[in-house]
């Protein structure tokens, strides 16, 4: 029986089929500890009848537009067959009408032919986690047994590209690379790598139950990363956006700052870092647990579990209610900042990094405060200039909107909207 009020609108969801289970040992991942959620399940795997229970009820919730983030953990881990089952699965519970959207992130450690042509095949969307040059990504980015991982990376970004499947980058900033955004900038730019997104590195190491910013994350005595202070995340942020802007329009997109452009030319902000509430996307877990965000998988945003109680009633619970209006709480020094509407708080996690209170400024407020500065006269101007194109695009075109397409044929990033807009794909529609 389907809750009385209707669950909250949801954008998509990510799942994460193998657990935290991976093939890597990255001293900085912030999934891993989550193991210890089901102490039970050394090698967590979604079974088939878990899947086909989340997928029946996420498609009838999902509106036009379901979108599948699979992570982990690693989720090739699960095998090219468990993703042939997920395509069969949307193709058979879906709606008439809708158009599905997949994405895949992974360390692309396993990426082969058969591999890149299935993910042609549907167009799957694919983040790779590469860390910039060779020197930067092989600090923390070691297999099980300690190995590098730079070169396996590249040669199967170069498998991605013989087969024409569309991917991201999803690059860590630690330590080492803060202080080198040109460095970072000119190595994705002469690999022909244009389209990233920038993590930074947050995973301090706690003792008694307080939080040591700056200070290594050692886990039984080996090797730890270092989280990033704000003001040299600030710095960064600065000096990339820098060279970001130094040639337009952009050759890079870079999804911080394309996300800025848009609310800079009056759109929404697609990413929910920036949002002014959570609540637009879920966690799945291996075995149908429902959480309230990736960054949030713990008892206490534990939803409940779609093989025992509907995913409509889960989302429309009291408990990811209120994890999604917590997103509104702010300090009075929030309320009187004047970058408010542009940062409204940042994520949660990282308000609660040396805080207690999700009413408290984000971790990385004085750097967020620095790049707002130092940016907004030239975000106002690109985005003067883009809505002016826009406009022009929108006169000139008289053409119907066109009909909505299957996955298998859903334009890619750089092809001009389906929607009629006459701008791209990536810069309008594609985040919705």
């Known amino acids: 029986m389907l809750a009385r009020n209707p669950p909250p609108p949801v954008t998509s969801v990510l799942v994460k089929p193998a657990g935290a289970d991976c093939n890597l040992a ?3 991942c912030f999934y891993r500890p989550k193991t210890a959620l089901y102490p039970d399940t050394p090698r967590p795997r979604m079974t088939a009848a878990v899947l086909e229970s989340f997928i029946g009820q996420y498609m009838r919730l999902a509106g036009p537009n ?14 090219l067959e468990f993703y042939q089952r997920v395509v069969e699965l949307e193709q058979r519970l879906g709606l008439s009408g809708q158009v599905v959207g997949n994405g895949f992130q992974t360390n692309a450690t396993f990426i082969d032919d058969d591999w890149a042509c299935f993910f ?11 860390d910039g040059p060779q020197d930067l990504h092989d600090a923390h980015r070691l297999t099980l047994g300690g190995a590098p991982t730079w070169e396996r990376v590249m040669q199967s970004i170069e498998v991605l590209r013989k087969h024409r499947v569309e991917f991201n980058i999803l690059c860590m900033i630690t330590q080492e690379s803060v202080t080198q955004p040109e460095k970072l900038y000119r190595f994705f730019r002469q690999h022909d790598l244009r389209y990233l997104q920038f993590i ?5 190491e706690k003792r008694d139950g307080a939080f040591f910013p700056g200070t290594p994350s050692v886990a039984s005595g080996e090797k730890g990363s270092v989280p990033l202070f704000s003001e040299a995340y600030g710095e960064f942020l600065c000096r990339m956006f820098d060279q970001w802007t130094s040639e337009w329009p952009p050759e890079v997109y870079i999804r911080d700052f394309d996300d800025l452009l848009a609310v800079y030319a009056g759109q929404p902000m697609p990413s929910c870092i920036h949002q002014d509430r959570c609540g637009q996307y879920f966690v799945v877990e291996h075995n149908g647990d429902v959480y309230a965000c990736d960054f949030m998988v713990e008892p206490e945003w534990l939803i409940g579990n779609l093989t025992q109680q509907p995913l409509a009633e889960l989302l429309s619970s009291p408990r990811f209610r209120t994890f999604a209006a917590r997103k509104g709480l702010h300090d009075p020094q929030c309320q009187a900042c004047r970058w408010l509407s542009l940062c409204h708080g940042g994520c949660q996690k990282h308000r609660l990094i040396t805080s207690t209170s999700v009413a408290a400024p984000s971790y990385f407020c004085e750097a967020y405060q620095r790049f707002f500065q130092h940016s907004r006269r030239r975000f106002r101007r690109l985005a003067d200039e883009l809505t002016g194109r826009h406009r022009l695009a929108a006169k000139a075109s008289s053409k119907p909107k066109p009909a909505a397409r299957s996955s298998a044929s859903s334009p890619g990033r750089n092809d001009p909207c389906p929607c009629g807009s006459g701008r791209k794909y990536k810069l309008c529609c594609l985040g919705k």
């Not at 979108?67 to 953990?73: A, P, V």
């Not at 930074?200 to 301090?204: D, I, K, R, T």
């Open 26 to 28: 990255c001293d900085y």
């Open 66 to 79: 379901p979108s599948f983030g699979w992570q982990g953990g690693e989720p090739g881990l699960m095998g």
């Open 200 to 204: 930074p590195l947050v995973e301090p």
């Open 120 to 130: 042609s095949r549907y167009k799957f969307l694919l983040g790779v986690s590469l």
